[in-house]
């Protein structure tokens, strides 16, 4: 299943690239797909990357379908950016235990979600802190990367692309 996601998301950036995308620019919106993809606010990342697409007049599907191939890490990483949040901002760690949450839910209810969102508001600032380096080190790796690719596959005319 990921080996087919995976190859249907390569052979959209095989086709950008036909199509006469830049190096540059397909590094930079698979760059920003990876990043939005990990943001910690679940079912938020399409919006994102459609928005930051549309800004930067970068491949809308391009950025969708790293930002969908990313979806399985995004919530691996949730509970760390949160419990880096917390850990960051000197908050009480909220216990996970159903009973728990019941029992809250039943007697304070806002101020359960009070708090679940400044948890998440926790894990945005740590994912704010990993975005921009990561975004840089993506970038450079992956211009790196398809420059070398394209001028061993001979897709399209890499100097010219390059000046853009």
Request: aromatic share 10%; with cysteine.
């Amino acid at each position: 299943m990921f080996r087919n996601a995976f190859n249907r998301v390569w052979q959209t950036l095989v086709h950008a690239l036909r199509q006469g995308t830049s190096p540059k620019k397909l590094a930079l919106t698979c760059a920003l797909g990876v990043v939005l993809g990990i943001f910690p606010v679940y079912g938020s990342t399409t919006l994102l990357c459609f928005g930051v697409a549309l800004a930067l007049r970068l491949n809308v599907v391009v950025i969708q379908a790293v930002n969908y191939l990313l979806t399985p890490v995004q919530l691996v990483l949730l509970i760390p950016f949160m419990q880096g949040g917390i850990w960051l901002c000197g908050w009480p760690a909220i216990p996970l235990d159903l009973a728990v949450l019941t029992t809250r839910i039943e007697t304070d209810a806002w101020l359960l979600v009070r708090e679940l969102g400044a948890v998440v508001g926790g894990g945005v600032v740590v994912w704010m802190l990993v975005a921009a380096p990561l975004v840089v080190v993506l970038f450079n790796g992956l211009n790196w990367a398809i420059v070398k690719w394209q001028n061993r596959q001979g897709v399209g005319d890499v100097n010219q692309q390059m000046v853009k």
